[in-house]
């Protein structure tokens, strides 16, 4: 028993029509690829970051990973970017992929976090220009003493309030602190801390081989190729 297989006319201008348009098609398949794992990876370092990290505020985290696609031109310069940005007050998470020192030596104290160090950082703690603080050297006075004394008298006299030194006062180091209304002096933010290294990380290192032991390479070729195809069958 024979059977015969043929091509009709339909079946050769859909193969001469995949012919013409594969390098298209190949290049636009492959800034897909490219970019869909970009897009995992970060959807992986999300996951990362949050089992091994105190994520104090989501949306910080999410506007802080960022992707850049593929561009659809030629295979060889096509490239998609899975990065954490940098700010002035912060690297990307660099310290805990590399296990590196942080260089920034301000450290933040349970009280600026209102006594508990998984909570966002009270307004009232940062140093920012809508915040009051005062400075020993704003008060008048015959020496330090006598100025931090008076500064203390005039915050008192207010029921709580903020002041920052800039240099050693007894046992106080330089740093931002705060009179409660009860009359305690905490510290919000210390200037003198060495500089610290933190807990390492790899946070990216784990999101990639993520990317490969769930096969999600593989099923991301294989979902742009049928994309494909599908259009001349």
Same mark, same amino acid.
């Given at each position: 028993?024979?059977?015969?297989?043929?091509?009709?006319?339909?079946?050769?201008?859909?193969?001469?029509?995949?012919?013409?348009?594969?390098?298209?098609?190949?290049?636009? $398949?492959?800034?897909?690829?490219?970019?869909?794992?970009? +897009? #995992?990876? !970060?959807? %992986?370092?999300? =996951?990362?970051?949050?089992?091994?990290?105190?994520?104090?505020?989501?949306?910080?985290?999410?506007?802080?990973?960022?992707?850049?696609?593929?561009?659809?031109?030629?295979?060889?310069?096509?490239?998609?970017?899975?990065?954490?940005?940098?700010?002035?007050?912060?690297?990307?998470?660099?310290?805990?992929?590399?296990?590196?020192?942080?260089?920034?030596?301000?450290?933040?104290?349970?009280?600026?976090?209102?006594?508990?160090?998984?909570?966002?950082?009270?307004?009232?703690?940062?140093?920012? $220009?809508?915040?009051?603080?005062?400075?020993?050297?704003? +008060? #008048?006075? !015959?020496? %330090?003493?006598? =100025?931090?004394?008076?500064?203390?008298?005039?915050?008192?006299?207010?029921?709580?309030?903020?002041?920052?030194?800039?240099?050693?006062?007894?046992?106080?180091?330089?740093?931002?602190?705060?009179?409660?209304?009860?009359?305690?002096?905490?510290?919000?933010?210390?200037?003198?801390?060495?500089?610290?290294?933190?807990?390492?990380?790899?946070?990216?290192?784990?999101?990639?081989?993520?990317?490969?032991?769930?096969?999600?390479?593989?099923?991301?070729?294989?979902?742009?190729?049928?994309?494909?195809?599908?259009?001349?069958?």
């Amino acid at each position: 028993m024979k059977t015969k297989f043929h091509m009709d006319a339909r079946d050769l201008k859909k193969l001469k029509r995949f012919a013409l348009n594969s390098p298209k098609d190949f290049q636009r $398949a492959t800034s897909n690829v490219l970019s869909s794992l970009a +897009f #995992q990876t !970060r959807k %992986n370092d999300i =996951k990362n970051l949050h089992r091994g990290m105190i994520i104090r505020d989501e949306r910080f985290l999410n506007s802080s990973l960022l992707v850049q696609k593929a561009k659809n031109t030629k295979i060889q310069n096509q490239f998609a970017l899975a990065y954490s940005i940098e700010r002035p007050r912060f690297t990307g998470w660099k310290e805990q992929q590399t296990g590196q020192p942080a260089q920034r030596k301000r450290k933040t104290t349970k009280w600026a976090r209102g006594g508990n160090m998984h909570k966002r950082m009270r307004t009232q703690a940062r140093l920012s $220009a809508s915040n009051k603080i005062y400075k020993p050297s704003q +008060f #008048q006075g !015959r020496n %330090n003493n006598s =100025k931090f004394q008076f500064m203390m008298r005039v915050l008192g006299s207010r029921g709580s309030g903020r002041f920052l030194l800039t240099e050693k006062y007894k046992r106080m180091t330089p740093g931002l602190y705060e009179l409660t209304k009860g009359k305690r002096i905490r510290r919000l933010q210390d200037f003198t801390s060495p500089a610290l290294r933190p807990k390492k990380l790899s946070w990216r290192t784990v999101s990639l081989k993520q990317l490969q032991s769930n096969n999600n390479i593989r099923r991301t070729w294989q979902t742009s190729l049928n994309h494909i195809v599908k259009k001349y069958r």
